[in-house]
């Protein structure tokens, strides 16, 4: 008896504690889940001010953006033909010069277009700043779109503001400073050049000022170098001190000095000379280093190079007129009062030129310098005396 009652016994001392610690453990249970709820909720709280925080120091729109920037939408087919034949859409690219002539002197090595091809004039502006005739431009240009592009090549630091209705609007390139008579001043023309033979319609470049008006109207200028045989750039061999005189022997053998020609920078060519001219690799260095002032390689650097390699294929003449009969380093000026029938009548009837081999009475399509002062008497001149305007 004494023994089961102490086995007995035994047992409920062993039943005591078990039952404790069970207790115990039902208590520290729910404290433990109630301090990993209140430490999640604590990293929410903090992820929640961080992400505020966040949000209004850089915006979410800057994350919003960065996602939305790396999807390119699919508009047309990688390899549709529109996307070699389209013209940029869009002038301001990040090219640099290396990389923007390489691009512009891909050349396709089939002759006959798979498209309807519509040949343009490129007409390339290259000035300072503004262009204060570009009214006349607007008048000369109405009603012949998908016939030309527009290229202007001004000081970085100009910012044109022509409406969104302007023929103007949108068609600068990216640009860098010019300086006259020297190399930098070739560099823009053929800057000009590689935009424009971004888009594979144009046929005919044509170099112009801030101060160049056209002498006809559109479609005269047009057929005139459409039907021409020749491109328009000037290049004679003048012996004198400003021809032969500015040579420099280092250019040999790429140049002699029997190749060595004068021209006006004012130019008209076509694709092929365009080519030409933004794929040279051989004379440009030799131009850069030894045709510095009094060298004005702006006069020598095209008509020497093109007459090396294409003489054939120009006509040895400008077709822009100047006056330079007054002397000096600059030809003359026209102003508001210099605007007369007597001043076209001399542009118009003094000379006589050559076109497509044959004896032509029209020999300038272009004229200049013509002053801001003078585009009010151009306007009105223009319907009878060039041929566009009021009526058109």
Request: net charge positive.
């Amino acid at each position: 008896m004494q023994t089961r009652v102490g086995s007995a016994g035994s047992l409920d001392e062993v039943k005591d504690p078990v039952v404790t610690t069970r207790t115990s453990q039902s208590k520290t249970l729910p404290l433990r889940l109630f301090q990993l709820f209140g430490l999640f909720l604590a990293l929410c709280i903090a992820f929640s001010i961080v992400s505020i925080y966040t949000i209004r120091r850089f915006g979410i729109y800057s994350v919003v953006t960065t996602v939305k920037s790396n999807f390119v939408p699919c508009v047309e087919e990688p390899n549709s033909l529109n996307r070699w034949i389209k013209p940029p859409s869009n002038l301001l690219h990040t090219m640099n010069d290396k990389e923007l002539l390489w691009r512009a002197s891909f050349v396709p090595r089939i002759k006959k277009y798979p498209f309807n091809r519509l040949p343009k004039i490129a007409f390339m502006f290259l000035t300072k700043g503004p262009l204060p005739l570009s009214p006349l431009w607007e008048r000369f240009l109405k009603g012949h779109e998908g016939l030309y592009s527009i290229y202007i090549h001004s000081l970085p630091s100009y910012n044109a503001e022509f409406p969104p209705s302007s023929v103007f609007y949108g068609r600068q390139i990216p640009s860098q400073v010019s300086e006259w008579g020297r190399m930098s001043m070739c560099d823009a023309e053929r800057r000009l050049l590689a935009n424009a033979l971004l888009d594979i319609s144009n046929e005919w470049f044509i170099l112009l000022s801030e101060s160049c008006i056209p002498l006809y109207n559109f479609s005269v200028i047009y057929h005139y170098i459409k039907k021409s045989k020749y491109s328009f750039i000037g290049a004679f061999d003048d012996p004198g001190p400003y021809g032969r005189g500015r040579y420099n022997e280092n250019m040999a053998p790429e140049v002699n000095i029997t190749q060595w020609r004068k021209g006006s920078q004012w130019f008209e060519i076509n694709r092929r000379l365009a080519l030409n001219i933004v794929e040279d690799s051989t004379y440009y260095p030799k131009f850069e280093q030894f045709c510095r002032p009094a060298c004005y390689v702006d006069e020598h650097y095209f008509p020497t190079m093109l007459t090396i390699q294409a003489s054939n294929l120009i006509a040895n003449r400008s077709i822009t007129w100047v006056d330079w009969s007054r002397g000096g380093a600059h030809p003359a000026t026209f102003g508001r009062a210099d605007i007369t029938e007597e001043l076209f009548k001399r542009i118009f009837e003094d000379h006589q030129c050559r076109y497509n081999d044959q004896p032509s009475l029209v020999c300038f399509l272009f004229a200049r310098k013509f002053a801001p002062s003078a585009l009010e008497p151009l306007l009105q001149i223009a319907p009878k005396i060039l041929g566009f305007g009021l009526s058109e």
